[in-house]
């Protein structure tokens, strides 16, 4: 295995915001709804994964780091693991395992169905997300892994839906997402190598 440390570390740096937040949540630190909070946290620490896991290619263009590409398929992996369990929250928390309120829910909240087709998006990636895949789907691997793209963007409509009034934190998301997409354009990536000439002093 190539970058066992650097890999260690990502592991270690992806849980750890996961324990933090369930531990705060049993010792009811999360405020005087901590199921909310939970799922609202979960949700959104699966958004950031998936910015991050967005950013590795550039960075690896920048710097000429394959150690960013070598983690890639990990953090899209974690980012799967806290959307599952936002999901799982969400069941418990604020459905209370009543999975018949579940179609009032879609009624009064089209948002939960945003939210659920972008993690049907993230299951087909996760799923493919090994070397038999790989070698089995071959040039179309690449094309269904482009879902991330529409993936980033139902993420981000969803939480907006979410978040309504309160809207700067999903401001910052979506700056972020937008530059992240501008970089996979082919012409802005084929700069990126030539940016790195440019910064590196000579």
């Avoid at 950031?48 to 990990?74: D, E």
């Avoid at 659920?116 to 179309?140: D, E, H, Q, V």
């Amino acid at each position: 295995m190539r970058n066992p440390l650097w890999r260690s570390a990502v592991f270690g740096l992806a849980l750890l915001p996961l324990l933090y937040w369930i531990y705060s949540a049993w010792v009811f630190a999360l405020g005087p709804d901590p199921g909310k909070a939970l799922v609202d946290r979960l949700g959104q620490g699966g958004l950031i994964l998936l910015l991050i896991t967005l950013a590795m290619t550039p960075l690896q263009k920048l710097t000429r780091w394959n150690g960013w590409v070598s983690v890639r398929r990990q953090l899209g992996l974690w980012c799967f693991t806290y959307i599952v369990l936002h999901l799982c929250a969400y069941g418990i928390f604020i459905l209370g395992l009543d999975w018949a309120q579940l179609g009032v829910e879609l009624r009064k909240r089209p948002y939960i169905l945003v939210g659920a087709l972008g993690f049907l998006g993230l299951l087909s990636l996760a799923l493919t997300s090994n070397r038999y895949s790989i070698r089995k789907l071959g040039p179309r691997w690449k094309k269904l892994h482009r879902l991330v793209y529409i993936i980033l963007c139902l993420g981000l409509l969803h939480m907006l839906w979410v978040v309504r009034s309160d809207v700067e934190r999903w401001a910052l998301y979506a700056t972020v997402g937008a530059l992240l997409l501008l970089l996979r354009l082919p012409p802005v990536a084929r700069q990126l190598p030539l940016l790195r000439g440019r910064l590196t002093p000579h």
